[in-house]
């Protein structure tokens, strides 16, 4: 484990907590900085051509590969009291070659481990005992959830943490029950709840429904499912307050919310400002204000200050990422994959965009901010965001107008030869900031 520098006394340190399937890692994102590229049209855009554009190293204060040292694949965590909680996931069978691990499909379990290679158990690190030159070291929790969970989904609403069973990796495991608890950190106690309507007792998800995605708005979690027997996808939501599940047909266009709030179109609210919405749109951030009544539109804004401008022609993308990070700030992660020069030893790179960036309101969409009971209304559809994102007709200002000053803090394009030969996914981040007594 390489060491890393002490931070000025008084100067605390930001780190960016990432975790993919096989790897736990903390980014410095005091050493972020803006990386400037050329124009794109002067680039070549083939994907198979060489590459013109500095890729960096990415600034690992910590990492962990959670494989190599006995942890289950695939596990998701939250932080909470300066402590991150990594749930759940699949124990690989030992003496695997860490190349199969890209798809665990192809490795096994080891069934020696928890409920037949699913994992129950929670793992603790706590973030207030980490210095520059100790190891990560997780800690196995005390309690464990009350079944094993593959890959899932963990959202923490009203102090509360929900975990659900994703998709477990092997087609013919069955998923214990419950699928669905909620652990209360108050009194540290795990509880059972209602089963979805997906699964049904003893069933294995891979031979019916794969859960594809998912969100929350407010108190109520939205899921996407596929279901394997009739072809089509399924939206379901979970409201925490009444602890029902409800079906919500087979096409967003149906759901009760913007498309921007559902499963697929990853997005975070800004700390400061509940009504202005970060998330998205294929390659493309954009931000949408949201309306205080039914009346009003959603407004869009693409982010250009913040976009890769030649993310979407250079690079093979994935599933991008939006992380909250202090007051008005916010982190946009986009993974994917960049072919290697001509003559490279390999012949494609693990790469992710990066960038950091202030959100302010400009003055005439900040008024009544704080008294906006964010009631949301059916918007356009998505070929309406380029249209009320544009704004070069004076004659619709109002709606066409951006709504926010971008200031941008740091972006640039970083290799991830740390996450090895896995696939270029992540499952989570938080942002934690420590303090010097911490350091």
Known sequence: MK???????????????????????AIDMSKLKINHYEDASKLKINHYESRDFEIHSLPVFRM?????????FGMRFFIRDSKLYMVGGEKPRRGASPKLYRHLKCVGHDESFGDRGLSPYVYVLDLTRLDSSTDLDLLKHHTSMLAAKPTPIVEEIEGKIYVLSGTPSQSYCLLPTPTF???DPLIEQWKPLDQPPFYR???????????????VLGTT????????????YHYYSYNVN????????????????????TPMFTGKFVPGYNDIY???????????????????????QALNEVDGALYHRQVASYSGLVVQLGEHEMCIMKPGSVQA????????????????????????????????????LRTADASDVSQTSSHHDNDVQDIRAPFLSITCLSKGFYYLDEWGPEASYICSAFFHQLSTHEM
């Open 201 to 215: 007792e003893g069933c294995s998800n891979c031979q019916e429904f794969e859960v594809i995605d998912h969100s």
């Open 64 to 72: 962990l590969n959670l494989v190599e040292n006995e942890f289950p």
């Open 341 to 376: 020069k001509e003559g490279s030893l390999r012949p494609c790179h693990i790469i992710l965009y990066m960038a950091t960036f202030k959100v302010e309101k400009l003055l005439h969409s900040s008024s009544s901010a704080q008294d906006r009971g964010l009631k949301l």
């Open 3 to 25: 060491k890393t520098e002490m931070v000025l006394e008084g100067q605390p340190k930001p780190l960016l907590w990432v975790a993919t399937p096989q790897r736990l890692i």
């Open 221 to 232: 979690i939205y899921v996407l499912t596929f279901n394997l027997m009739d072809e089509f």
């Open 181 to 183: 608890e909620v652990y």
């Open 278 to 300: 970060i998330f998205f749109l294929g390659d493309i951030p954009y931000a949408a204000l949201v309306p205080s009544n039914d009346r009003s539109p959603t407004r869009y």
């Open 242 to 261: 009444d602890g029902n599940w409800k079906f919500l047909g087979e096409s967003e266009d149906k759901l009760p919310v913007p498309y921007h709030f």
